[in-house]
């Protein structure tokens, strides 16, 4: 596996992020969300999940979940190669479903990461659709941290903003935001933001992460022969 060639994949993908709105909070339909799960040792399969919300509401709207072979190893900061494929086939048949503008909230990062090119990045490129990456810890960047619940902190790379640190909830440490592309990083924080409902994860992909467990522990007789 030559990783220095994936670096450079990932960098060039990065020089087409667009890191401008093309759909703000006001005009916005749906949003989704994708989380994925993993069974098995050496024969690996991933459970991707996504689930659709009308957005402000956070009605359920549609969902979907795959299975597949894992192909790729896992390595921190090339999960891309790993999940992106899964995760971009289990949300493109919601995205065709649901008519409306739409965001895609990721449990991954988008440009907060060391070559600009997180899950959420490829996504958004593969689907042509503005996607928000959403972590529990800080893969790249400088950063204060938020002390106050709803209290957001920007996410430096030199002295340009890529995201923002959340704390979504009293006793809930920071989760980190960072804009996949098509989107603007304040845009970002704004939708996520407005799909916290009391939990640490936004809706979206609190709810995939759900589905997918439930999946995993649902079907799992039905993946491997036990």
Do not use: W
Request: aromatic share 8%; hydrophobic share 40%.
């Amino acid at each position: 596996m030559d990783l220095e060639k994936l670096k450079r994949f990932q960098e060039e993908l990065a020089k087409r992020v667009v890191l401008e709105d093309f759909v703000r909070p006001d005009d916005l339909d749906f949003v989704l969300g994708v989380d994925q799960s993993f069974v098995g040792k050496g024969k690996e399969k991933v459970i991707s999940a996504c689930v659709a919300l009308s957005f402000p509401e956070l009605y359920e709207v549609d969902r979907n979940v795959s299975v597949e072979d894992v192909n790729f190893p896992y390595i921190p900061t090339f999960l891309m190669f790993r999940e992106g494929d899964p995760a971009v086939r289990a949300v493109k048949p919601v995205l065709e479903r649901i008519k409306g503008r739409a965001v895609v909230i990721v449990d991954g990062s988008g440009i907060a990461h060391p070559r600009r090119c997180g899950l959420a990045t490829y996504i958004a490129l593969k689907l042509e659709v503005p996607t928000v990456g959403v972590t529990k810890r800080k893969l790249y960047g400088e950063v204060e941290l938020p002390e106050k619940e709803m209290e957001a902190k920007p996410i430096y790379d030199g002295k340009e903003i890529i995201g923002y640190a959340l704390k979504p909830c009293k006793v809930c440490k920071p989760i980190f935001i960072s804009p996949g592309s098509y989107l603007t990083p304040k845009t970002a924080l704004e939708i996520v933001r407005s799909c916290i409902r009391g939990h640490k994860l936004p809706e979206p992909i609190r709810l995939a992460h759900e589905l997918a467990t439930k999946s995993k522990s649902k079907n799992l007789s039905e993946f491997f022969e036990l």
